[in-house]
């Protein structure tokens, strides 16, 4: 059964930090573009990230462009998203997808998706 299952979210202060992880599960994911997208009730869904699998191009929205990072390691079938400087304007549910090899923007190519952590930053 393929499965993404996101973790790492919590209640964080602002400029304070959080690690998200994707863990992969069913489906390897040497051959997969990992993106991670957020989303305020609301509002429409924000693609924030993504890493290609093949050159490991990465991309970033400009809203977090300098604050986060992703990362993918192939050996423990794991994405992550490190956040740094957090604002609140960060809060959201954060969603992490995979889809064949190359990043999109378009969150429609994503085959898979997570179940989403909450991530709040608040004082």
């Known amino acids: 059964q393929v499965q993404l299952v996101e973790s790492g979210g919590g209640l964080v202060q602002p400029g304070g930090s959080l690690r998200l992880s994707c863990k992969a599960s069913?489906?390897?994911?040497?051959?997969?573009?990992i993106g991670w997208f957020r989303q305020v009730p609301g509002k429409e869904r924000e693609g924030i990230s993504c890493?290609?699998?093949?050159?490991?191009?990465?991309l970033y929205a400009d809203s977090v462009k300098g604050r986060f990072t992703i990362s993918r390691d192939n050996a423990k079938n794991t994405a992550y998203l490190e956040m740094n400087s957090l604002k609140p304007e960060d809060t959201a549910v954060y969603y992490c997808?995979?889809?064949?090899?190359?990043?999109?923007?378009?969150?429609?190519?994503?085959?898979?998706w997570g179940q989403g952590t909450q991530v709040t930053v608040s004082s």
């Open positions: 890493i290609s699998s093949n050159d490991g191009a990465i």
């Open positions: 069913g489906f390897s994911l040497d051959y997969a573009a």
């Open positions: 997808a995979s889809k064949w090899r190359f990043c999109v923007k378009n969150s429609d190519n994503y085959m898979s």
